[in-house]
């Protein structure tokens, strides 16, 4: 049987100088183009959280996701990633539920561990306290959707007899992600899939399933694909050059890739696409790159591209998702059909 494999967009709504947009016309923006985007073929959209950035970096996913279901038939939408710890579970699966009931089974929940001290201090949790937040909240997720009244005596939660409703025909997937071993690790052992960033982590997960004696093929991966991808790389590069240095350093300067003091800026845009998690790529190496690491990982169900990175004009990304949809995604969906 040909692997599925849906193909999809990610979305931040950053909007940072010296853009003059405003949010409004950003987000409708970015609504209008996902619900073109579903026309030329893309099936998933996903959104990310972060709270207290000054560019608007989307602290409310899930009120976007439910616009989006309605501008969208078919498109699966997800989480990559909320902050799980940060977050009170038993709301969360609330919100989450009200999204699969509205969409009509079209959503699925994705989170992680999270990494800001200003999002934990403001939010009165401890970062050090997030491996037991998480576990915890998994817990509580699928116990709030079970239809029964909710049982758990934790180090972080203390609930009984507390009954979530309504419940969704379909139930919302848990996916979880992260890069730290400890993390994938845990996606192995609690989640229903895996959520990656830039290709990082695809044996850890591998891996942390056979270490629990399951098969690869039990696991399930929703890869985050940081691919820029145009007919012409090296003048896409030279356009996408100053946005790919502001997402780029942002992230760093936060501890996504370790202690910021231990970790260093990208000193300009064409390193950070060189050296960062992006790939920019032709159609023909996409293509060809691609199917290779669908081939190599069948467990990958989703892949989703950055529609358009932090303060890009938004017709630069709408013209690399017409070149995907048109020269990459066929060939690679051929590709893995006769594999």
């Excluded at 491996?131 to 699928?142: A, H």
């Excluded at 690869?216 to 590069?237: L, T």
Aim: hydrophobic share 40%; charged share 20%.
């Amino acid at each position: 049987m040909a692997q599925k494999v849906r193909f999809g967009l990610w979305y931040d709504f950053r909007n940072p100088p010296p853009s003059t947009l405003s949010f409004e016309d950003l987000y409708q923006e970015n609504l209008r183009q996902i619900s073109w985007a579903e026309t030329l073929g893309f099936e998933s959209v996903w959104l990310t959280e972060h709270h207290f950035v000054t560019d608007g970096y989307t602290p409310s996913p899930l009120v976007i996701a439910a616009a989006i279901g309605q501008v969208t038939q078919r498109m699966q939408i997800g989480t990559n990633l909320m902050l799980l710890p940060i977050a009170d579970p038993v709301r969360l699966a609330e919100d989450a539920a009200a999204l699969s009931i509205l969409t009509q089974g079209r959503f699925d929940l994705g989170v992680g561990l999270g990494y800001r001290a200003l999002e934990f201090d403001y939010f009165k949790r401890s970062l050090k306290n997030r491996p037991s937040l998480m576990e915890e909240g998994v817990d509580i997720l699928r116990q709030a959707w079970s239809g029964q009244p909710i049982e758990i005596t934790g180090k972080r939660f203390s609930i009984s007899g507390l009954t979530v409703a309504p419940q969704p025909q379909s139930t919302p997937k848990i996916l979880m992600g992260g890069m730290a071993q400890p993390a994938i690790a845990r996606a192995a052992r609690l989640g229903d899939g895996f959520l990656s960033t830039g290709g990082i982590g695809h044996d850890v997960y591998i891996d942390a399933l056979r270490a629990l004696g399951r098969d690869r093929s039990e696991g399930a991966i929703y890869a985050g694909h940081w691919g820029i991808i145009s007919a012409d790389p090296e003048a896409e590069a030279n356009r996408v050059a100053d946005y790919a240095l502001y997402q780029t350093n942002e992230y760093v300067s936060w501890g996504a890739f370790g202690p910021p003091d231990e970790t260093p800026l990208f000193p300009d845009g064409h390193t950070a696409l060189e050296q960062g998690l992006y790939n920019v790529w032709d159609g023909d190496e996409a293509v060809r790159s691609l199917t290779e690491m669908l081939l190599t990982y069948p467990e990958i169900r989703d892949v989703h591209f950055w529609a358009q990175l932090p303060g890009e004009p938004i017709e630069q990304g709408s013209a690399r998702l017409e070149y995907v949809a048109n020269h990459v995604l066929p060939q690679v969906r051929a590709n893995i059909a006769a594999a």
